[in-house]
């Protein structure tokens, strides 16, 4: 296999203090009620655990522009790799979070008090402690899997309130892989065809330099988000078993989706692209797709601007049509 090794520059990394009174940081508790690894008998414990969350553009939360909430992937890469995309929207709030299991919240010992659902619970949990009532979603790799999740809650009415009238104006899925298996036996093949050909840490190498992230280092953001990921709930293999479906009988329409992925990212856009689109559309849901030339998987590191311009467009012009402008 001939693979590529042009290099981009990444984007700006500049990064909003947190002294500025359009920042802020805080934690909201969440519970999670399971059973120990640890324990033969079914005895359900219940936890408290803290979510950590930011909000940049902070003056913006009460405007008609509604805030985008970004869900890191990994599972276990905190929302570090995010934080240069607050840079480059000037005119609404952004808000990021760390998962339970990574970065600055609570990072419990049992591999049982982490699930696709309860990462959803927390998400639902955030939305719900902030007040919003409407917003949008980004969902980054495994991070677009929850938002997903969270918005067929929504559909169904199934959230955690008397208050009905939330509503996730969009959803963005940014190399988010319709199949977790499908994405990752494309991913093993790849790089096994490289280890015919290197050593095994050079294959690894050039496996992330060109499918990962493209830029000529490593951004500092990124980086950050490596040296703060979770060691409990991480890797895909724990994911095996999920599957994506859709409710077709929900009491609410699902909101438009825009599915996004760097030309040369490891979830391929069979899986990426190609199955939401069939999907949405077999639901008469509203689709857009786009793909990132010269990219690969943290699009938002390798060209930041195009990639916020993109989320920024998709939005406001879902907020035009919705005010009749």
């Known amino acids: 296999m001939n693979v590529r090794t042009r290099r981009i520059r990444s984007g700006s990394f500049g990064?909003?203090?947190?002294?500025?009174?359009?920042y802020k940081e805080s934690i909201v508790i969440v519970n999670r009620t399971y059973i120990p690894s640890s324990c033969d008998a079914n005895?359900?414990?219940?936890?408290?655990?803290?979510?950590?969350?930011?909000?940049?553009?902070?003056h913006f939360l009460s405007s008609d522009r509604k805030p985008i909430i970004f869900v890191h992937g990994g599972p276990g890469i905190p929302s570090n790799y995010l934080r240069p995309l607050a840079n480059t929207f000037k005119d609404r709030a952004v808000i990021l979070y760390d998962q339970i299991g990574c970065g600055q919240?609570?990072?419990?010992?049992?591999?049982?008090?982490?699930?696709?659902?309860?990462a959803t619970d927390d998400l639902e949990k955030l939305v719900l402690h902030l007040g919003?009532?409407?917003f949008h979603l980004v969902g980054h790799s495994f991070g677009g899997l929850i938002a997903f999740e969270y918005v067929k809650r929504l559909m169904g009415n199934h959230v955690a309130t008397t208050e009905k009238d939330q509503k996730c104006l969009s959803l963005t899925l940014s190399s988010t892989p319709f199949s977790i298996q499908g994405a990752e036996e494309e991913s093993n093949s790849t790089l096994k065809k490289l280890e015919d050909k290197l050593l095994p840490c050079e294959a690894i190498s050039v496996f992330h330099k060109n499918?990962?992230?493209?830029?000529?280092?490593?951004?500092?953001?990124l980086q950050e988000s490596y040296s703060k990921r979770?060691?409990?709930?991480?890797?895909?293999t724990i994911l095996q078993d999920y599957?994506?479906?859709?409710?077709?009988?929900?009491?609410?329409?699902?909101?438009?989706?825009?599915?996004?992925?760097?030309?040369?990212?490891?979830?391929?856009s069979s899986f990426a692209i190609d199955d939401w689109m069939e999907m949405f559309e077999s639901n008469t849901t509203s689709f857009q797709a786009k793909t990132f030339l010269g990219c690969s998987h943290y699009c938002m590191l390798e060209d930041t601007e195009k990639y916020s311009k993109t989320i920024s467009d998709f939005v406001s012009g879902i907020e035009s049509k919705l005010c009749g402008r």
């Not at 990064?15 to 359009?22: A, F, G, K, T, V």
């Not at 979770?230 to 895909?236: D, S």
Request: aromatic share 12%; with cysteine; proline share 6%.
């Open 211 to 221: 499918f990962v992230c493209r830029t000529e280092k490593i951004p500092a953001a």
């Open 230 to 236: 979770g060691n409990v709930w991480h890797g895909t």
């Open 15 to 22: 990064m909003l203090s947190n002294q500025r009174n359009d």
């Open 43 to 58: 005895e359900e414990i219940s936890k408290s655990f803290n979510l950590s969350y930011s909000i940049y553009n902070l």
């Open 243 to 268: 599957v994506v479906d859709i409710p077709f009988n929900a009491e609410k329409a699902m909101p438009p989706v825009l599915a996004v992925r760097g030309e040369f990212d490891f979830v391929s």
């Open 105 to 118: 919240s609570s990072e419990p010992s049992d591999i049982n008090a982490y699930s696709i659902e309860f």
């Open 132 to 134: 919003l009532k409407k």
